[in-house]
């Protein structure tokens, strides 16, 4: 089991909201359902880019095979000074059984959200909470060529290219957390 808790992660100015079970039942009945569950305001283009319905089901698999995970799962909200919340992206990580030491992460941030600091910010506090788990030695991350804001998200957070990617056109980061034992 993973160390810490299903709490909500604080940040200077994020809240990362745990992503559980039935927050994704919640979500496929329809995001406002889960809006209200979660304590957060949906803007109009929610879902973010490629959190799509398949994306729900395949965390619901993963945490019926990896239930200590589901810590590593996160709604990314944006405070607001009158006590609202806005609801600005997600991020996550899953371990893969083909390589136990490390993990692969992913986040994913609305346009206008974008170019403020927030998903770096975001994927700091996770890389903090996958630190606490020591089987994981690294944590490695795909994007395209193009995306220069999610690039800029790797290399701010320690990130280093790795080389071609595991799908067509992508390419692969990765931050090592601790160093491999031969």
Same mark, same amino acid.
């Given at each position: 089991?993973?160390?810490g ?5 604080r ?9 559980t ?12 359902i ?26 619901l698999e993963q *945490?019926?095979?990896c ?7 996160r ?8 006590g #609202? ?12 059984e #083909?390589?136990?030491t490390?993990?692969e992460?992913? *986040?994913?941030?609305?346009p206008? *959200?974008?170019?403020k ?14 630190r ?12 395209f ?11 701010k957070c ?20 601790q160093p491999?034992?031969?």
């Open positions: 089991m993973l160390p808790s299903l709490d909500e992660l940040t200077p100015r994020l809240a990362l909201i745990p992503i079970a039935a927050c994704l039942h919640a979500e496929k009945l329809g995001g406002q889960m809006g209200s569950l979660i304590g957060c305001e949906l803007p109009s283009n929610w879902p973010p880019l490629h959190w799509e319905p398949h994306v729900l089901n395949i965390l *945490y019926e095979r239930p200590e995970q589901i810590n590593w799962h709604y990314i909200a944006l405070p607001d000074p009158d #609202t919340r806005t609801l600005i992206g997600t991020i996550g990580a899953f371990w893969r #083909t390589s136990p490390e993990c992460m992913g *986040y994913s941030i609305l206008p *959200y974008e170019r600091g927030l998903a770096t910010e975001a994927a700091q506090a996770l890389i903090e909470l996958i606490r788990d020591s089987r994981i030695r690294s944590i490695v991350a795909h994007t060529p193009e995306l220069i804001g999610s690039i800029r998200v790797m290399e320690g990130f280093v290219f790795e080389g071609n990617g595991e799908e067509e056109r992508t390419i692969r980061y990765r931050l090592l957390l491999e034992i031969c």
